[in-house]
């Protein structure tokens, strides 16, 4: 599976953004999508995932309420819209997947196997 990300850039406080990632390679089975960030002197965190069965979602405390993944299967593609962004949400954000994701491990950044590029977001006036 490789991944291909694009978005990103500069926004102001309060403003919004959408990060987009398409896959090449097989989608089935238990595949799920998600977008790891990696902010300056923090840990890197999964930020959001989907599972491409069901549609089951996960998102880390700070993007609940403010961010929304979702995905076009047709199109092997998932989009991370991110809204009311604030300087904290500031990160490279990396898309990942995996084809074997099982719902409790979804938050987990070492059980995705694939990566790509990193992209990154900056949120500053």
């Known amino acids: 599976v490789q991944l291909q990300a694009f978005g990103g850039g500069l926004v102001q406080p309060g403003g919004s953004l959408r990060l987009s990632c398409a896959a090449s390679?097989?989608?089935?089975?238990?595949?799920?999508m998600g977008w790891s960030r990696q902010a300056p002197g923090k840990e890197s965190e999964i930020v959001a995932a989907i599972r491409w069965r069901g549609g089951s979602t996960y998102y880390t405390d700070s993007a609940k309420g403010r961010f929304t993944i979702s995905r076009d299967s047709a199109k092997k593609t998932v989009y991370l819209q991110m809204n009311n962004l604030g300087p904290e949400d500031t990160a490279v954000y990396y898309c990942?997947?995996?084809?074997?994701?099982?719902?409790?491990?979804?938050?987990?950044?070492?059980?995705?196997?694939?990566w790509g590029q990193g992209t990154l977001v900056t949120v500053s006036s």
């Open positions: 990942v997947a995996d084809n074997a994701m099982i719902l409790s491990s979804m938050g987990m950044r070492s059980m995705y196997k694939y």
């Open positions: 390679g097989r989608t089935d089975g238990s595949y799920a």
